[in-house]
């Protein structure tokens, strides 16, 4: 039996998947902060640039990856789908369990698919710098690493109590020449108005994005990143999906169960949307957003229109959302820790076409240890929530022994976030939880 299944560089997607196409309802636009107007391409233009905004707004089907990208892309793409058989032996369970493991990327995670493709089209229209926000530094040291593929600078806000638990992500940044910032900082306008009210808050990524924007707005020849929520990141993630396809269709199985994890939305839908248009189309699949319990966007936030930042420098956007000032605990899966959610994602949630999940920090590091031990890899902690979605989804199959096939996405490793682990395996974890709830 194959257990890795692998695709060849040529099978790389030669196009993008954009499910605005196939939605079988209409999408609310964003709006202008100050008029409360749809924004149009100009309103976006002084922080994007132009072929990304025409993605955000394209509502064509198939959207070409350049050869460049491709190129770039072929350093760890095709990423392999891997059966889980000692996972599933150990859960007795008679569920097939897949992950599509994005860990293979330089950075760790699947965050260079959009951080290549975004670097690479600011590149073509003379930008010299990106500026972003990160949370536990898995798409900052992405960007990082894709700007320096294209040769621009970078600068990265990162949500200062990450920045702190991990060390690391910060070396790796530096390490591809970006510059980097424990947020909030004093060096925007909004994170000072943030310091002045709280010197020890322990930062959000809505803060880090307001301070992002700023310094993008000011810097010439800069302009700003992404790293989730937006149509075009999720866009640029559906190779995950797309390969994923393809490699079931080798073994000849299809997935009656897709999971991801969910912060901003991105990996979830990047191997998600492929398979919800099957599901417009009639099949019959389960597809689950695995949330942190502690930021419960999808299952506990509103539907509403909302700032993707906090500080309200963002357009409006119709999506699931805790409130742009919510500041979630200070869990170690920094990279779910955010108020809102991909207005693609909600729309689909709203439309039960995919559903969502809240789960515990300790249950999730109960299901990371016991996928680290049987399957060799050790997951990142925002990975780890699909990890156990999908250990849960196994249980329930062997309770009423089914036997269904289950995909998840690995969207990282965990090997720089090993103080997560020491912290759990040491007990701390739930003394953190309990405290985070309290404050
Ligand atoms: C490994 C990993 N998975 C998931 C996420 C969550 O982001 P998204 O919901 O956009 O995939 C992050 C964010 O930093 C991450 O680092």
Redesign the pocket.
């Known amino acids: 039996m194959e257990t890795r299944i692998l695709l060849k560089e040529d099978q790389i997607p030669t196009h993008y998947y954009n499910i605005l196409a196939d939605l079988p309802f209409a999408m609310d636009p964003p709006l202008h902060p100050g008029t409360k107007q749809p924004i149009g391409p100009a309103d976006m233009s002084p922080i994007f640039p132009m072929a990304l905004i025409e993605q955000e707004m394209s509502p064509q089907r198939e959207v070409p990856i350049p050869d460049k990208v491709r190129e770039a892309y072929a350093i760890y793409r095709p990423t392999p789908l891997i059966r889980a058989t000692r996972l599933e032996q150990a859960l007795k369970t008679p569920a097939k369990i897949y992950y599509k493991y994005?860990?293979v990327s330089p950075t760790?995670?699947?965050?260079p698919n959009t951080a290549i493709a975004q670097a690479y089209f600011n590149m073509l229209e003379g930008t010299k710098k990106l500026v972003t926000e990160?949370?536990?530094?898995?798409?900052g040291s992405s960007l990082a690493y894709a700007c320096h593929l294209f040769g621009m600078e970078c600068t990265v806000y990162m949500v200062k109590v990450s920045f702190y638990q991990k060390p690391y992500r910060k070396t790796m940044m530096n390490l591809f020449g970006a510059e980097i910032y424990p947020s909030p900082s004093n060096r925007t306008e909004a994170g000072k108005a943030i310091l002045a009210k709280d010197p020890d808050c322990p930062g959000s990524l809505g803060i880090a994005i307001s301070e992002a924007i700023e310094e993008a707005v000011k810097t010439p020849n800069a302009k700003y990143s992404l790293?989730?929520?937006l149509n075009h990141?999720v866009l640029h993630?559906t190779v995950i999906g797309l390969e994923t396809q393809e490699q079931f269709a080798v073994v000849g199985d299809y997935p009656d169960v897709v999971i991801?994890?969910?912060?901003?939305?991105?990996?979830?839908?990047?191997l998600a949307m492929p398979f919800v248009r099957d599901k417009i189309n009639g099949k019959n699949i389960d597809i689950i957003a695995a949330e942190p319990a502690s930021c419960p966007t999808l299952t506990q936030g509103k539907v509403e229109y909302d700032f993707g930042d906090t500080a309200g420098m963002t357009p409006l956007m119709k999506m699931h959302t805790l409130g742009h000032d919510f500041i979630p605990p200070s869990i170690h899966?920094?990279?779910?820790r955010?108020h809102g959610a991909?207005p693609i994602v909600s729309a689909l949630v709203s439309n039960n076409l995919v559903r969502a999940e809240a789960l515990e920090q300790l249950e999730i590091f109960k299901g990371a240890m016991l996928f680290a031990k049987t399957e060799g890899t050790i997951p990142?902690?925002?990975?780890s929530h699909a990890v156990q979605m999908a250990i849960r989804e196994a249980e329930n199959a062997r309770e009423e022994g089914k036997e269904k096939t289950i995909v998840f996405?690995l969207?990282?490793?965990g090997l720089l976030d090993l103080s997560a682990y020491e912290a759990y395996l040491n007990g701390e974890l739930q003394r953190e939880e309990r405290e985070a709830e309290v404050a």
Do not use: R
Not at 260 to 270: L, P, T, Y
């Open positions: 994005e860990g760790g995670s699947h965050k990160t949370g536990a530094g898995q798409w790293g989730s929520v990141v993630q991801g994890c969910h912060g901003g939305g991105s990996n979830f839908a990047g899966a920094g990279g779910l955010y991909s990142a902690p925002e990975s996405n969207s990282g490793h």
